[in-house]
C-alpha cells in the first residue's frame, strides 16, 4: 500500500503539490500464484505476513513498478499498541529522489481499517512516527456495499515543520460484478470511493478523488487518482500485476 526513507504514493501526492510520484520495485520474478486462505480469504483487504503485490504505476512521466511485501503486526515508536506494517520497496530508487523502503501502519479504528503514512525506519526492525497525524480511513471492518462515511484528519504535524491543519474526507462502498487487470480476471469486487477536501483551498468541491478496487481474498487491483480542481484530471494509476501469499499447512497437504 504512502517519510525520509520514502512516502507512500498516496500520501506524496497529497503533499507535494499532488505530483506523480513513487518508484520502480524489487520485482517478484514469479507469476501470481495462491490468494488468501482461511478468514483472510473473506477480507477485501487481507492483512497476511508474507504476502507479496506487484502493481505498475501509471504517471504522467511514465511508468513504475512497485512491490509490496505484508510484514505483520510490529510496535510504532509513538503509536499505542502494535500495527500491521506492509512495506514498499523501491528500485531505482535513488535516480527518484527517494528511498528504497517506506512503510505504512494498518490499525483498526472506529469500525474502519485505517493507515498511517508518517513513518520512517530509525534501524530495519525499528519503526517510528515522524510526527502527529490521524490515520486515514481504507475502509470500514467487514466491509460491504452499501456504506458510506464523512470525517475529518489531522494532516501530519511536526515540531520543527508545522502541519496539523485540518482535512475533510467523503467515502462510500460499491460493489462491483467483474474487475480485469494485469493480474488476472476477479469476481466479487468492491469499489470504495473516496474524496480529500481542504477547506482552507476550496470549500465547495474536493481537491482530489480516488477510485479504488479490492478483490476478496486478494486486495487491491486498481486505483485511480484524479485532480478534481482540473475536472477530474487522471493523476496516477495503479494496477495488479502480481500477488502471492504464503500457503498455509492446509493447503501443503
Known amino acids: 500500500m504512502r517519510v525520509d526513507r520514502r512516502r507512500p504514493l498516496r500520501t506524496l501526492a497529497l503533499v507535494a503539490g499532488w ?108 519503526l517510528r512516527m515522524l510526527g502527529e497525524e490521524d490515520p486515514a480511513r481504507v475502509m470500514p471492518l467487514g466491509a460491504l456495499p452499501g456504506a458510506s462515511w464523512t470525517h475529518e484528519t ?12 485540518r482535512i475533510k474526507w467523503t467515502g462510500r462502498t460499491k460493489p462491483v460484478a467483474e474487475l480485469i487487470v494485469p493480474a488476472g480476471t476477479f469476481a466479487d469486487v468492491l469499489l470504495v470511493e473516496s474524496e480529500y477536501w481542504d477547506p482552507s483551498i476550496q470549500t465547495d468541491a474536493p481537491l482530489l478523488s480516488y477510485q479504488d478496487y479490492y478483490a476478496r481474498g486478494v486486495g487491491l487491483l486498481r486505483s485511480v487518482t484524479k485532480n478534481e480542481r482540473e475536472g477530474g484530471t487522471q493523476m496516477v494509476e495503479q494496477t495488479l500485476l502480481a500477488f502471492d501469499f504464503p500457503q498455509t499447512d492446509a493447503q501443503n497437504q
Open 154 to 165: 489531522r494532516i501530519l504535524q511536526q515540531p520543527e515543520n508545522g502541519g496539523g491543519g
Open 19 to 126: 505530483a506523480a510520484l513513487l518508484g520502480a520495485l524489487t520485482a517478484c520474478d514469479a507469476p501470481p500464484s495462491s490468494s488468501a486462505s482461511g478468514s483472510a480469504a473473506n477480507e477485501y483487504f487481507p492483512l497476511v505476513p508474507g504476502a507479496h503485490w506487484r502493481y505498475k504505476y501509471a504517471l504522467g512521466a511514465g511508468g513504475i513498478e512497485v512491490e509490496v511485501v505484508a510484514r505483520g503486526d510490529s510496535a510504532v515508536e509513538g503509536l499505542p499498541g502494535v500495527a500491521f506494517i506492509m512495506d514498499e520497496h523501491a528500485l531505482s530508487a535513488d535516480s527518484l529522489g527517494i528511498a528504497e523502503v517506506g512503510a505504512t501502519a494498518y490499525v483498526a479504528r472506529d469500525g474502519f481499517l485505517c493507515r498511517y503514512t508518517g513513518l520512517d525506519y530509525r534501524s530495519p526492525d525499528r
